[in-house]
């Protein structure tokens, strides 16, 4: 009789390949998957019952900001709690790395990111050491933010690029990659990358190449301009010839609710002769920085964070403006710096992108705010439950794989995102009958319903409804398993 580690028994194998659900047990040794189905001739030194719950890959979360997270907070409860073992930093423009401490802080919305400048790391070279010393619950990959490059090379950001700054940002963005980060993200919305030309993104992504990195895009807009932003994100793709990823695809503002037909067909369009997928959230809400001309083209918005004023976390803005006696956009000056949540997109777009084929599950959270967007807490479970089980918006087994080994070919992560012989031991149990998001947007801050345990490389880090203390993650470097 064979003896494992570990054997969870009787559960429904989920192995994110989106292959349907299939009954059976599954052994680990060490730290990686080493048998599953029929294990009714092995005994493990740990069993576990799972009798009604399924056993899936653990999820990947292809859009995260946890960076400093993963250095301050490396439980991660936010996150271990929906049953995510991997995470991919380093998007819309903002990392912690290539940035000197003497470069002075960060231009907002990068220095809330790095703790007001306080976390910054001269290459990722040392940005992957810290990680390495003080490891997290959770594996991690890092793609280079341009506004990062941008501020360790240029002293003002409301231009282009010289010629000389790209070679300096180049060469940067080549050390990176060297040492192991995964592709370049831009951020061109924000104020630190807007007056950033199309050909200074495409100078910079061909460093990208032979790596076989990605390009990852928070594009330049997501509302009236979205079609043009999409056909500059394509033009960069081909340009440089990368594969490009379009952070979580949206059309936001009144006047473009319904345009998901449009953009997804021009996706499409473009997948004819490059790569492109895409990242999506499943809420109607976005969240980023307080900026007070966003604020009149959303139903709604709810304060996350404001410096001058930190007890106006979790308010609604409207609230706010009544008790000022002043209009939302003067109530937000206001509040700034800081973040909000805008409700500023329609159900039927979310639905439609969510299902598209391509679409990878990624939550763009922002673990360390005061008051975030409920997705910090909530993106995976509400998938699994609310629009995969409720809705019926795909199957689970589709759901999961949205949420695992497409989202793991996207970002090279070898060996996980998949239950099979030699995979990494990342898994999450969960009871698809229960699994919910719990949090709101007036408490978003709670941990999903339905996740039983949740491992990471073969060790359990969330059980019982709270993490077990263990750390086992990795900061895995480009190409490593
Ligand atoms: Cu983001
Ligand atoms: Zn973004």
């Not at 340009?239 to 490009?244: L, S």
């Not at 800081?338 to 599950?361: C, K, N, Q």
């Not at 998938?383 to 759901?399: M, Q, T, W």
Request: aromatic letters at 6%; one cysteine or more; a negative charge.
């Amino acid at each position: 009789m064979s003896r494992h580690d570990v054997i969870f028994r009787a559960v429904t194998l989920i192995d994110g390949t989106g292959a349907p659900g299939r009954d059976g047990d599954l052994a680990v040794d060490g730290d990686r998957i080493v048998a599953l189905g029929d294990l009714a001739g092995a005994s493990g030194t740990m069993e576990i019952d799972g009798s009604g719950l399924a056993l899936a890959p653990g999820f990947i979360d292809a859009h995260c900001h946890d960076d400093l997270p993963l250095l301050r907070n490396p439980l991660l409860e936010a996150k271990v709690s929906q049953g995510v073992t991997t995470v991919v930093n380093g998007n819309c423009g903002f990392s912690l790395a290539p940035m000197s401490a003497g470069r002075g802080r960060p231009p907002a919305p990068l220095d809330a990111l790095t703790g007001n400048g306080r976390y910054v790391f001269e290459s990722f070279a040392d940005y992957f050491a810290a990680l390495d010393a003080a490891p997290a619950a959770v594996n991690s990959v890092c793609l280079v933010g341009h506004s990062a490059l941008r501020h360790q090379t240029m002293d003002s950001f409301d231009r282009p690029a010289t010629d000389a700054e790209i070679a300096a940002m180049a060469a940067l963005l080549r050390q990176a990659m060297q040492d192991g980060a995964i592709g370049l993200s831009t951020g061109l919305f924000y104020p630190p990358a807007h007056a950033a030309p199309t050909t200074e993104v495409i100078e910079l992504s061909r460093v990208l190449t032979p790596f076989g990195g990605v390009y990852v895009t928070h594009m330049r807009d997501e509302t009236d301009g979205v079609a043009d932003s999409l056909a500059e994100t394509f033009a960069i793709g081909r340009g440089a010839g990368v594969a490009v990823i379009v952070s979580h695809h949206k059309c936001a503002g009144r006047a473009n609710h319904g345009r998901s037909t449009e953009t997804l067909a021009l996706i499409d369009d473009a997948r004819r002769d490059q790569t492109v997928w895409l990242d999506a959230y499943p809420y109607t809400a976005g969240s980023t920085f307080l900026q007070p001309g966003r604020v009149d083209n959303s139903a709604r918005v709810i304060v996350t964070r404001s410096e001058p004023m930190p007890e106006a976390a979790g308010r609604d803005l409207d609230d706010l403006a009544r008790e000022f006696g002043c209009t939302r956009q003067e109530a937000a000056e206001r509040l700034a710096p800081g973040g909000a949540v805008y409700f500023d997109m329609d159900e039927a777009d979310v639905r439609r992108i969510l299902a598209y084929e391509h679409t990878m599950i990624g939550s763009d959270g922002i673990v360390g705010e005061p008051h975030p967007h409920p997705r910090a807490w909530g993106t995976f479970p509400r998938v699994l439950g609310h629009y995969s089980r409720d809705v019926g918006l795909f199957p689970l087994e589709e759901a999961v794989r949205r949420m695992t080994s497409l989202t793991a070919g996207r970002f090279g992560l070898t060996d996980r995102g998949v239950l099979r012989p030699g995979a990494w031991a990342d898994l999450v149990l969960f009871d698809p009958a229960a699994i919910a998001d719990v949090g709101d947007y007036a408490r978003p801050a709670q941990p999903a319903a339905g996740i039983d345990q949740v491992w990471t490389n073969g060790r359990c880090v969330w059980r019982g409804g709270r993490s077990t203390g263990e750390r086992p993650g990795r900061a895995l470097r480009r190409g490593q398993a």
